[in-house]
């Protein structure tokens, strides 16, 4: 995938516990929930907010990185290569809107996750078929787990 941090872009690959940043390995080890080690610096994650869509058409994040403010967004996703939505943050899945099998088009509601007491309807980055859903309703879900499949 590409980011974009700062108008900065960059080329992100990542398979299995490997993480590739413009082509070079990138030793990444989660220590906590908000505290991070990149190539031994760690790195604590002061905030994060999920933005929105940005004046550009991009989905972007605001992270505020060990006092330093950064706007992240996503670029040239193909979104027929997105097979796995996971969850953006830890909370409780309080309602699903589709079924094992149902077809959604883009920027569809699928479920709403409540983390620290709001409500986050989760909308389909992608047309396509739900191929499994990985939790129900009123299941806790860490961020990043896997919550659905698209075909």
Do not use: C, W
């Not at 490997?18 to 905030?47: A, G, P, W």
Request: aromatic share 8%; no cysteine.
């Amino acid at each position: 995938m590409k980011l974009e941090v700062n108008g900065t872009s960059y080329e992100v690959k990542i398979h299995g516990d490997r993480i590739l940043i413009n082509e070079k390995t990138v030793d990444l080890t989660k220590i906590k929930e908000n505290e991070i080690v990149i190539d031994s610096m760690k790195f604590y994650l002061d905030f994060y907010e999920r933005t929105g869509i940005g004046i550009d058409g991009k989905q972007q994040s605001f992270l505020i990185i060990n006092g330093m403010a950064y706007t992240i967004a996503r670029i040239d996703t193909d979104q027929e290569t997105i097979r796995e939505l996971r969850a953006p943050m830890s909370g409780n899945i309080i309602d699903i809107y589709v079924q094992l099998g149902s077809y959604v088009k883009r920027g569809e509601p699928l479920l709403v996750l409540e983390a620290m007491k709001m409500h986050n309807e989760i909308k389909s980055p992608r047309d396509g078929k739900i191929i499994d859903i990985s939790f129900n309703k009123q299941q806790p879900v860490k961020a990043g787990e896997i919550i659905l499949i698209f075909d």
